[in-house]
């Protein structure tokens, strides 16, 4: 990624957040990530690190419209992923897409249990949130011109603890220093 477009997102999320009164912490830990395949605006998403503990984790994320998260699943990280500000689409399997399509199991939304379909989407509107297991993969993008979106969590390690469906994927981005960095990263 370019400096410049990781400086661009984070001037847009800060609007995003203080307009609809989600308050940062000082020093807030960002990851901005195109997902190392280079178009953020198609595949790309921004997060914030609330709080990172051996047992629990919280993040803040934001997404335009346009702008996908790759279909991923965890090896240990149990999640609830919540849309906080706008609608969120996901689209949910219950194991390696090309292997599940179209077999029912049971996910949890707003803490009910409900039989979906692999392969599906899920459309969850402000408030709204999906428990995902792990083993379920899952992708998601924005209906909603950009979304807030939280994820509670067990722990998390964005280094060893994703498993992506495209093996072109890496989870942090090289970044191209075209401009003064007016924040950095976790990954750097
Ligand atoms: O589903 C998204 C989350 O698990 C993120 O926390 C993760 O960083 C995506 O790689």
Known sequence: MNRSQINRVFKQAS???KQHHWHLPPNPSWDVTDFGLGDFDRTGLTLINLSEEPEYCEKLMYARQGQTTPAHTHARKKEDIICRVGELTLQLWDGLPEKSEGNEFTIQVNQRPRTHRSGDELHLLSGERVTLQ???YHSFWPTSSECIIGEVSTANDDTNDN????PKIGRYPGIEEDEPALVHLISE
Not at 163 to 166: E, G, M, S, Y
Request: aromatic share 20%; with cysteine.
């Open 15 to 17: 609007e995003c957040f």
């Open 134 to 136: 792990p083993g379920i």
């Open 163 to 166: 498993i992506f469906v495209d």
